[in-house]
């Protein structure tokens, strides 16, 4: 726990971002019934009967001092899709950034190895070069979010 506070109370540093990161399932629903029609004054009416329609994978960034989120759905939540969206941090997000302070659970999916996983040996290397991890406390991955900020 103390390894993340003292991440928390790093100033900001363009060059050196500190992102959170935490994924998190969603059922999707399909309506079964028309909504009422929306009368004037009035609120619109639906019905709570609704029919399974899947679940998607939300993976979230959140960069407090930055005020930037960006939140990925997906439909897995594989060992390669963090891969990907590691590689998306690095590359799209903050591609100007010498390195980035990264704070996220320890999920088994979360390793160098997913990396060697989804990319050749170099372009690993590469992305794993510019992350620097900071894992949350065992049962404690909302810690990931400074004062609970983005989590339901």
């Given at each position: ?63 407090p001092l930055m005020n930037w989120r960006h939140v990925k759905v997906t439909d897995h939540r594989t060992a390669i899709d963090w891969a990907q969206c590691m590689r998306e941090l ?63």
């Amino acid at each position: 726990m103390e390894d993340v506070l003292d991440v928390y109370v790093r100033p900001l540093d363009p060059k050196h971002p500190q992102v959170c990161f935490d994924e998190s399932s969603k059922q999707q629903v399909k309506e079964v019934r028309t909504p009422l029609p929306v009368a004037p004054g009035e609120p619109a009416r639906y019905d709570t009967e609704y029919e399974r329609n899947g679940v998607s994978n939300l993976f979230m960034f959140f960069c407090p001092l930055m005020n930037w989120r960006h939140v990925k759905v997906t439909d897995h939540r594989t060992a390669i899709d963090w891969a990907q969206c590691m590689r998306e941090l690095v590359d799209v997000h903050f591609p100007e950034a010498e390195r980035i302070t990264l704070v996220q659970d320890n999920l088994n999916t979360h390793t160098a190895a997913a990396l060697y996983a989804a990319f050749p040996p170099e372009e690993a290397k590469r992305i794993w070069d510019k992350l620097e991890f900071h894992y949350t406390p065992k049962h404690g991955s909302w810690f990931g979010y400074p004062l609970g900020v983005g989590r339901d």
